[in-house]
């Protein structure tokens, strides 16, 4: 869709649910409009994004994670974030309607707020970000830009879904054309994002930094950004005690910072040194063309919007006047010229045609002349074919060459591919169902990083699907999901002493046994591995266990101290230790050496000589 001509798009439906109905304005991203909800009636905003942005993966990841989140948070300063999905090739949000201006048109008109002004706004939009943070969602792109002054007098943060896509594309994007990343407000970052972070501090930064901005009145904002940026911000006396929660709000370190909670009890503790403020006038250049559109597309009940704070309200009266006695005249002319009807053409009786088929309505209209125009409209209760609406009624005539409308129910409607990244595979299975869709096939595909049977990716007809795009009912889809961590192949150890059998097993992600085992060998040194608990080539888990049973050399024994025993108690303790009495030297009753002596290191059944002389 080229941004370009999304003008061109007005009267369209998107998903059998919204008729685009106003063009509203369009950034290098995505373009804005006025819709209608055909569901419940509603009027709704829509930002549209262009097929660049829309196909950059991790944009449309964070988009669509955010929006849902953002889709549970319901607060009078949060704008409200109805539904998402996908028209052609682009990835669209649906957000409550807000008729009003972006603080940051406000200030470069010109505007300034005063102090009071400023704490009730930051008082309003601090609860806002209270209430997102609490939900664990973080903006990312808090500026003048996304802050809206209502005509009502509300004040609301939008595009809260946003700044984290947007920053995962610029950090996924070299070439940045068509991604509208250059569009974010740079100035009002907090200093720690430049190393990609973002969170609920730098939130407070960015909105400290909106609220400096809208009272500092210097002659740009980069400027009062740059003022509030430094190390320490000027001093500004009619802020009263405001000052030190700025001066919080906007330290450098992140660490230090305030959070959103203690912004926003600060400065309600601050208000109570000014007068309660006037509320913050739109001037009459930037509120017409809001309040024009407004009346032009908008069914506004009295009750629903009230408009007698704002210092526009004349205007509003004499364009509603305007506006009554323009469709007076409409009415009036519409009504005559169709009470002129053209000598000589016929008319036919206009008969109750919902619930026949298409082909039966066709052939009617042929007999009697009539064009047919056929809107094909998706139903799940009506079969394929059937006629479900028309226009004009039943009992009214139709001339000859006049067009008969009739609404067709094509088949099911379509349905949106839900979001199963991360779930697990019984539970991605279970809502893939519940929206119409059959699991084909369940696919493992090994990672070192997502838990075994997680859902890692969704295919439909080849293509990796994210979420949000319509299908036909019954569509299959395979469910690609981790196997877990790759199967190891169990190493041969014998032969190496402990350190490389051990460094072997951990280069792996292995384990080595607690307890090693010793084994007296022969052949084998000493410390060198005899034998390992798995079989070497075996595939196994990461993380087993393998023990090791490590050489304790040749089996030898000690000749032990035996002087001074006897004959038969040396014998003895010969025996205990595993060698055996030799020969006996001399006539003597006492031991009094040993051949060899004691301490040697024997064969066991080794002979020992005793000396046993006389005295």
């Known amino acids: 869709m080229p941004l370009d001509e999304s003008d061109e798009l007005t009267g369209r439906v998107l998903d059998d649910r919204y008729r685009l109905m106003t063009y509203q304005s369009h950034a290098q991203a995505s373009v804005n409009y006025l819709a209608h909800d055909l569901e419940t009636g509603d009027q709704v905003s829509i930002k549209i994004f262009g097929p660049s942005i829309s196909e950059d993966l991790e944009f449309a990841r964070y988009l669509v994670v955010d929006a849902t989140k953002a889709a549970l948070v319901s607060h009078p ?27 940051g048109s406000f200030l470069a008109a010109g505007h300034r707020l005063n102090a009071a002004q400023v704490v009730k706004l930051g008082v309003e939009l601090a609860s806002g970000l209270e209430a997102l943070h609490g939900n664990e969602i973080c903006h990312g792109d808090i500026s003048p830009g996304n802050v809206t002054l209502g005509l009502n007098t509300s004040s609301k943060l939008s595009a809260v879904y946003l700044g984290n896509a947007l920053g995962a594309a610029e950090a996924g994007r070299l070439d940045l054309v068509g991604t509208g990343v250059d569009d974010r407000s740079q100035e009002f970052l907090a200093p720690e994002t430049s190393k990609g972070l973002s969170s609920p501090e730098s939130d407070v930064y960015s909105l400290a930094m909106t609220l400096w901005v809208a009272a500092e009145g210097t002659s740009t904002m980069t400027e009062a950004a740059d003022a509030a940026g430094q190390e320490k911000i000027s001093t500004r006396p009619d802020l009263g005690p405001a000052q030190d929660v700025f001066e919080s709000a906007l330290d450098p370190d992140p660490d230090m910072r305030c959070d959103a909670k203690f912004l926003m009890e600060g400065l309600i503790d601050a208000a109570a040194s000014f007068v309660k403020p006037a509320p913050i006038a739109i001037p009459e250049s930037l509120a017409s063309p809001l309040t024009t559109a407004n009346q032009g597309q908008q069914r506004v009940q009295a009750e629903a919007a009230d408009f007698k704070q704002v210092r526009w309200r004349p205007v509003w009266k004499v364009g509603a006047a305007a506006l009554g006695v323009l469709m007076l005249l409409s009415a009036a002319t519409a009504w005559a010229v169709s009470s002129v009807r053209p000598q000589g053409v016929s008319t036919h009786l206009v008969d109750q045609y919902t619930g026949r088929t298409i082909g039966e309505v066709r052939a009617i209209a042929d007999s009697v002349a009539w064009i047919l125009d056929e809107d094909q409209v998706r139903t799940d209760e009506v079969p394929n074919g059937i006629v479900i609406a028309q226009r004009p009624e039943a009992g009214s005539r139709l001339a000859e060459g006049a067009m008969l ?27 893939l169902a519940s929206k119409g869709f059959e699991v084909d096939l369940v ?58 059998a051990e460094e072997a097993l951990n280069a792996l992600q292995l384990t080595t046994g607690r307890i090693l085992n010793y084994e007296v060998s022969d052949s084998v040194l000493q410390g060198i591995v005899v034998r390992q608990s798995l079989t070497p080539g075996l595939l196994v888990e990461r993380g087993s266990t393998v023990s090791l049973t490590l050489s304790a050399g040749p089996d030898r024994r000690e000749v032990p101290d035996m002087r001074g025993l006897t004959v038969v108690e040396a014998e003895q303790r010969l025996d205990e230790v595993g060698l055996k009495l030799g020969e006996i030297a001399g006539e003597g009753e006492l031991v009094q050496a040993t051949e060899p002596p004691a301490g040697t290191m024997l064969a066991p059944d080794s002979a020992v000589l005793l000396w046993v002389l006389s005295d």
Do not use: N
């Not at 409308?405 to 809502?431: D, F, K, Q, Y």
């Open 443 to 500: 696919q493992p595909l090994y990672d070192e990083t997502i838990a075994a049977g997680e859902v890692i990716k969704l295919l439909i007809d080849g293509e990796t699907e994210l979420a949000g795009s319509l299908r036909e009912p019954g569509t299959r889809a395979v469910l690609v999901v981790s196997g877990g961590p790759v199967p190891r192949t169990v190493p041969q150890l014998v032969g190496l002493d402990q350190e490389s």
């Open 77 to 103: 300063c949060i704008e409200q974030v109805h539904d998402w999905g996908r028209f052609r090739e682009s990835v669209y949000v649906v957000v409550e309607h807000c008729p009003g201006v972006t603080l």
């Open 405 to 431: 409308i009739v609404e067709v129910a094509s088949g099911p409607r379509l349905r949106m591919t839900p979001l199963v990244l991360g779930l697990s595979t019984e539970a991605a299975s279970a809502r």
